[in-house]
């Protein structure tokens, strides 16, 4: 089930909070986990029984660390953990890319698995990895109640999208949490910003990027158009689902760490990357890049880390190769800038640095949505200029004019434009009583509008 | 004491509360609709409950469309989204439809080269095949063409007029000049069809073609004044009127009867050619002879002569039949969507006959079936 849908605004949403709320405390994690499993189930009926073996192994695999904390055997335990969290992750979603590497480099012909991937497996993977190793290091208590760790893993805002909920970020509140109007209110706020986010403008200019890959007349302007719209899409769609994620936590009374932050302000790549998908960042920081290393080994070493670690996140966003090349792509980037462009960047002029992060991020986007080498290398020479289609066309132009009030919105959200306006005037109680709820109103109507009305409502994180 | 702005975010989770389950109540206890007029197509309905259907994901798939398809005030929602498209984000479309000074038009865009040179081989091979030596075709644009294609994405249907004309062997009389600007009141504002004025223009130049004087004496009446076309539905804008539905009369026309033929063998045959409770009740468009059918036959007893008219048509030729009636004794309209090409040449003795084929540009270019 997704958050944009009618199914779970208007069914799920109404029965887990009324359920949730009436319940008495010692309930309310038990209804969680019951309402999460039924919330994943929905659209992956089998998998869920995958996720509660992962959860159960894990679950017992963690309580062994902890009974031979100091001996070999919670090492030996703490890498079962490992091996096989990441099998499982490895086998449903990287097993026929493998079987395809291996047959085009080797002439083979073994048979593809065609396994479906399970929805969320790379979330939730990651987030159990974060409660096992923790408890290895002993950052955080083992978790002796099997529905509170069950309920940590599937807890339905998180589970399907992210952000990655580090264990240790929301150990004391899965125990003892507390529940406040103001919470909850902050919680509607975020949701229903996200809702719209993703409903309103993601799902919109999606269409154009749509139309612009399909073209029978393609054009330099329409291209740029193109890509100018799947980087709104990406972003709105992604950090609605976020801001969802996060709303819905509040409600319920977890507060969930922060996944971007106005990310298309950023002046280098190494800025863009601590402002997207900060929770996949940090996780990779944590439990890969310092393990390796990070930066305080020979440079030789470092480069290998940046790159393994970059590699790495490519492939966790697809099996495909596009996806590692992309990941490289950003991590040769953030080397080189590491090196010298950093200091080269701070000696030009703000929209300068501004211009320069926006076009690599619109390169790497292409190499991210379009798979193939073939439809890359295509696209970007429409970019540029180099396959000798016009300038412009009477469908950029058109789509231009018909997206345009879209696209400068979709501009006027990437900046902290209307969250200062939020801050600023938050704390009049007319805004507070009266404005901000008249515009949750409306949001929450035309965002219904929208799902009833609408055949294009992509779930983009199926790959994930 | 409690704080002043403390009992200030009840408003905000008030509001989400009431909409959240006031919907979702709302929606429980509506009644399921069958059928939407507006959208002109049958709702989903609740799902049955399935073992397999739970396990392999199509239950949950269901379910969702049903719940799209029944949600409480739905034609309301999606007027609202319409709103928010035409007024706040300045589109100049909904749902694939251009709303254009009033009037709504159907955008048109993309040449299918493939299904229209195949369309005309097979109108060829018909022709070739039914040994009348009278045989005429033409095409319909949409009224998508008489809107400016620099200010609108759409394509050139006189294109698709070249292309049928390039690969028919038979008489061309040509309409394209209906969708010229200024013709607008041809066509339904809220519907693609076109309406009876523009069915009599179209009539005129046909029966000129066909060798006729054509016949300028009719009085209108007044089928209905609250038409909402198909198109209306689509669009959802609250900003269109609605159309008038004149149904010509005069004496012939009057005189005529009809029959709608499920098979060679099934019928049911009316005293005229305008059905006020048609086949397909959704659409005011279907008093012309009562809709979409595969076979209907128009007798013409006031006819002086003893010819006969086949016409391959699409739903535009249902308006204009009557008018050519009137120099027949019975004209024959056939939608090969739904006959046997084989099934048509071995029983309706085309050789005798005058053939008009008789096509909107938009089903030649979109519609593979057309001729089977």
């Not at chain 1, 029965?15 to 008495?24: E, H, N, Q, S, V």
């Not at chain 1, 992962?54 to 009974?67: E, G, H, M, P, Q």
């Not at chain 1, 922060?258 to 601590?274: A, K, L, M």
């Amino acid at each position: 089930m997704v958050f944009s849908s009618l199914e779970f605004l208007f069914r799920f949403l109404p029965a887990i909070l009324l359920l949730y709320f009436i319940a008495p405390r010692r309930l309310k994690n038990p209804i969680l986990l019951v309402g999460s499993l039924f919330f994943y189930a929905w659209g992956e009926p089998v998998f869920v029984v995958l996720m509660v073996l992962s959860s159960a192994i894990n679950y017992f695999l963690a309580l062994w660390i902890d009974k031979f904390r100091g001996s070999a055997r919670s090492g030996y335990a703490l890498a079962a953990s490992v091996v096989v969290s990441l099998a499982l992750l490895g086998f449903f979603k990287y097993a026929d890319l493998l079987v395809d590497t291996v047959n085009s480099g080797f002439g083979s012909d073994f048979s593809p698995l065609d396994l479906p991937l399970p929805i969320g497996i790379s979330f939730y993977t990651f987030q159990i990895l974060s409660y096992t190793i923790d408890v290895y290091k002993d950052r955080v208590p083992v978790q002796r109640n099997p529905i509170s760790l069950a309920m940590y893993i599937a807890l339905f805002p998180q589970l399907i999208a992210g952000p990655i909920v580090r264990y240790r970020s929301v150990a004391s509140a899965i125990d003892n949490r507390t529940h406040s109007l103001e919470m909850f209110s902050d919680g509607v706020h975020r949701f229903v910003i996200g809702l719209a986010k993703k409903v309103l403008i993601a799902n919109n200019i999606g269409l154009l990027w749509d139309s612009a890959v399909t073209t029978s007349e393609p054009s330099v302007m329409l291209a740029w158009l193109g890509i100018a719209a799947f980087s709104f899409q990406i972003y709105f769609d992604f950090s609605g689902y976020s801001d969802m994620a996060i709303g819905l936590g509040r409600m319920l009374g977890f507060r969930y760490p922060e996944n971007f932050n106005y990310p298309y302000i950023s002046q280098s790549v190494t800025e863009f990357w601590r402002r997207w998908h900060m929770s996949l960042g940090q996780w990779f920081r944590d439990y890969l890049y310092i393990p390796l290393g990070g930066n305080r080994v020979s440079r030789l070493m470092w480069v290998r880390n940046v790159l393994i670690v970059w590699f790495l996140t490519g492939l966790w966003h697809g099996a495909s190769w596009n996806f590692a090349i992309w990941g490289l792509y950003f991590g040769v980037l953030l080397l080189i800038e590491r090196v010298f462009l950093a200091t080269l960047l701070e000696r030009i002029p703000r929209p300068f640095r501004h211009a320069y992060l926006l076009l690599v991020v619109l390169i790497g986007w292409t190499i991210f949505q379009l798979g193939s080498p073939g439809e890359i290398l295509s696209y970007l020479g429409d970019m540029f200029g180099l396959t000798g289609i016009d300038l412009a066309n009477n469908e950029a132009w058109f789509l231009l004019r018909s997206n345009i009030v879209l696209l400068v919105l979709a501009t006027a959200g990437s900046i902290p434009l209307f969250a200062k306006l939020y801050e600023r005037t938050l704390p009049r109680l007319t805004v507070r009583t009266f404005v901000m709820p008249s515009y949750y109103a409306g949001l929450l109507l035309v965002s219904t509008a929208y799902l009833v009305d609408s055949s294009f409502n992509p779930f983009l994180y199926f790959r994930f | 004491m409690t704080h002043p702005l403390k009992n200030a975010y009840l408003p905000t989770v008030l509001v989400f509360l009431v909409f959240v389950f006031g919907v979702a109540v709302l929606s429980i206890l509506g009644n399921d609709e069958d059928s939407s007029v507006l959208e002109r197509r049958a709702l989903a309905q609740s799902p049955s409950i399935d073992f397999a259907a739970i396990l392999d994901g199509d239950f949950s798939e269901d379910y969702a469309t049903y719940l799209q398809d029944q949600m409480v005030v739905r034609d309301d929602f999606r007027f609202v989204k319409s709103f928010v498209e035409r007024v706040i984000l300045r589109k100049p479309e909904n749902n694939g439809v251009y709303v254009v000074d009033g009037r709504l038009y159907d955008k048109f865009y993309g040449i299918e080269e493939l299904l229209i040179s195949r369309a005309a081989r097979l109108i060829n091979s018909i022709a070739q095949d039914s040994g009348s030596n009278a045989i005429y075709f033409s095409t319909i644009p949409t009224k998508a063409q008489i809107l400016d294609r620099d200010r609108f994405l759409l394509s050139d249907q006189q294109i698709i007029t070249d292309a049928i004309r390039q690969g028919v062997d038979a008489n061309y009389v040509d309409l394209m000049w209906l969708a010229q600007p200024g013709n607008e009141e041809l066509y339904y504002a809220t519907d693609p069809h076109w309406t009876t004025p523009g069915a009599l223009s179209a009539y005129k130049a046909l029966a000129s073609a066909l060798g006729f004087d054509p016949v300028d004496t009719y009085e209108f009446e007044i089928e209905t004044d609250t038409y909402r076309g198909s198109e209306y539905g689509r669009a959802a804008s609250w900003s269109i009127g609605d159309d008038t539905v004149l149904l010509a009369h005069n004496d012939s026309i009057d005189g005529m009867s009809l029959c709608r033929f499920s098979s060679l063998e099934e019928r049911k045959c009316f005293e005229s050619v305008y059905l006020q409770e048609g086949e397909n009740t959704m659409d005011a468009y279907d008093v012309f002879l009562g809709g979409l059918g595969p076979i209907i036959t128009i007798d013409n007893p006031s006819s002086s002569t003893d010819a006969e008219l086949v016409i391959f048509k699409d739903s535009y030729a249902h308006a204009v039949a009557p008018f050519l009636a009137q120099h027949y004794k019975t004209v024959t309209l056939i939608d090969m969507r739904f006959v046997r090409r084989q099934l048509v040449l071995d029983n309706f003795s085309l050789a005798e006959k005058d053939i008009l084929f008789l096509y909107s540009t938009s089903v030649l270019n979109t519609d593979p079936q057309i001729l089977n």
